[in-house]
């Protein structure tokens, strides 16, 4: 037979030929039908994988072989055809998606031919650089038919090496010690490099394979193969796919190596792993990896079981804010788990670091499993907001973290108490006057939120009773019992706080708290005596120990007295021993020169020492107390007052506002308050030794008594920016009370609720340059009184219901002119007895309040405009006389 190598074209140039020489030999004549085609295409496949046997492994040249390592290798195939007694021969080019799916399958180019049989007698196949590689045997020969217009698929097996890929996941085995470089937490665990080895059927082990470096994912998951319900498990998953000859392996080795890479175990000697890869099957692999249970972290864990368990923990069920309503610990998964519990927090080496059980309704004896926790740094047994009195707590701030909190404690402190004690308020046209002129105090404070008539009893003054109180003295939100002794071994413990508990007595170990900078004793009710392990602890920050009424005024006063001279004297900053029974400050707090928010409001304080000027406050608050009167030292101190920014002493027994500050003073002072005693006048007025004062907001409401304005103020050249005189009974305020260097520095006057019938002829601008806001309502003026018009800058003046001593309205003048005040923005008449108003209304006075004025004739029509807009406020009753503006009566 001859041979034909050529190209495709050439071949089917021929076969025509052949058929015209044919046709011409034929009585019929010429065929001139154009001849039908097909296509061919190859398919390879690795013969262990497609099922025939693979041969022997035979000698090998460097080149050509008899079982290629990859199927890949081959790039292009050239196949030998017999075609009716003719030999074609063509090389084709092989394709797949990548390589690793070229070990599936490859598929040639399409070769085109007539249609008919085929045999195919051989093929060769060449690698990228066209070397030969690869020779089919006698044994890979076949048939197959083209048809017209179709394409006929022959498969070609090659001989290749069986290999399959793995994938693979690393499990835990709680067993013996290990080989490491420190203690880990699984998932810790970013790479890994892996030994295997394949196992023969001896038993031997041969071919062993290193993977480098593989990157792992940690996986929670649920195991519903332990039957064990809803049963938490993890895994380290490796994504990585790689390639193995096929047979059974065994891991013989491993290392773990955290993020960075570091070298976290080495294990020579891991749990039996075994494994088979299959021809182009994907296996997935399970490793274990070791754990062991004497790791302190998970000694941690199995304390927290402990605490759980001695606390009655089945019955757990959480009521607060933090976490699902009724969720409990669960330890229905893998030990190293036992740590992911709601109120639970770790550090990176999953050591125990915080602990809040608050709200859980926990009861019983802590156990001594608490002492294994050697790297806690906060424990909440409890806390004054267990009942959620504010939605965000300032002073427990759980959203910042350590370092924030330490930095910022002062700032959260005093965010806490500001929303505790609920500053006096001054009157709305005081607030409004400010608010004009970018003005905030925290005397404005509840206008954000709250209408004037909800702050004050509006027929007395008296500011209602806005105080956010935490739990009540006896409400029990826990049923703890005991701390162990082994308390003291928690060195790195900076926060603890017992709250709302049946606890009778804390342990001596207390002391040595070591690290412990934070600690609550709030509402203990069965604690009798007060816990002197507090005065021996040495780096004590902030205390509260609040709501302990069940201590008596000696206890309270032993505790507080060593704290004052116990080793952290000298480092308290904080203290809260507010609603308890204490009767006397002692003396020793002179020791606590770090004390910058001392809370002590609502004991039974009616006794104070002098503390000196190294004692500098910062916040103050003696409320609800019997103080009658401040010693001084020397010096003439009750305290520093270089850092005053609240001073609050109000419902005592003072009858003279206290002689402790000082005019001269460089420092004003934020705000002092001697609200609701039974203030006459200044100490010292009389003999002339009264030293003044320098605050911006000074606050002497409810003081019934007082009858007079303090001339006091203008004598000793007082700096006030802002005072609350609300009923104090003032009947008169003396000449020359604004005659003075710094009257300049006052802004608001709030003399509401008082029985002020005139005011004092140097009330005017050359003395109140900067007065912003006058309120006079609730007096007994009888004719308008024009004096603070005189300002500029007086931008609200209120005046509202005028009564004389028989209770009768005795205001009906109007200002006339007051259109002309080119300052102000705010007018208050309302309540009184005005009757026709003969004057032009300017709408720069946008807020105008002449409701319940039953006599009243307005004309409307210079605003009515402005108010169908919205750009003027008028406070009025659709009853009144409404003149010019029938719209605002519909």
Partial sequence: MKNIKFNVCVVLLMLLGLSFVTSCSDSDGVDNREQEYGYAQFKLYKKASYGSSASEPEAQTRAVKKVLDYLSEACKIKVTLTFEGTTIAQTLNLQAADEAMAEFGLRSDKLKLLVGDYRLDAFVLYDAYDEEIYKSSASDVGEFTVATGGLSVHDVTIDVEPRGHVKFSFKKAFTSTRAKAREYTFDEVAYINLNVAEVLSSGALSNPVKFEKLPVDFSLHLDEELGKGAYQTSTLVCDTLLSLPAGNYRVTSYETLDERRSLLESNP???????????????????????????????????????????????????????????????????????????????????????????????????AALGQLTELIQLYLGTHNDTSIVNYDPSLAMDQSLTERSRNRMANHKAYLNMIHTPQQTSEPIARALAENNITIPAVQLYSTMKESEIFDMASGKQRNIHLFDTNHGTLCNGLRSLPKEIGRLKKLEYLYIANSEIETLPAELAELESCTDIEIYNCPKLKQFPMALCEMPELISLNLSNNAQWSAEEIYKGMDGLAKGPSADKIQILYARQNNLEELPASFANMRKLGLLDMAFNKISKLHPLGREVSFVQLYLDHNMIESFPVDSEGYFCGYEDIETFSVS????????????????????SVDFSANNITGCEGEEDGSYKGINVETFTLTLNPNMKKYPLAFAKTNSTIAYIILRACGVEEIPEGAFTYKNSVNMQSLDLSYNKLTSLPRDMHSANLPYLYGVDLSFNSFSKFPYEPLDSGGLTVFAIRSQRNEKGERCLREWPTGIGNHKGLRGLYLGSNDLRKIDDSISTLIYYLDISDNPNIIFDAADICYAWQVGAYILVYDKSQNILNCDIMLE
């Fill in 651 to 670: 419902y005592n027994r003072l009858t003279k506002i206290p002689n402790i500050f000082s005019a001269e003073s460089n420092f004003m002072m934020k």
């Fill in 269 to 367: 000697r891991p749990v039996e792993s075994q494994f088979t890869i299959s021809d182009n099957v994907t296996t997935e692999a399970d490793v274990h990896l070791t754990l062991n249970e004497s790791d302190e972290y998970l000694k941690d864990y199995y304390a927290l079981y402990e605490i759980w368990k001695a606390l009655d923990g089945e019955n757990w069920y959480y009521d607060g804010e933090e976490w699902t309503k009724g969720i409990n610990w669960n330890f229905n998964k893998d030990l190293d788990l036992w740590g992911d519990q709601p109120g639970v927090q770790l550090h990176s080496n999953g050591r125990v670091a915080f602990i809040d059980i608050s709200g859980f309704a926990f009861r019983g004896d802590m156990p």
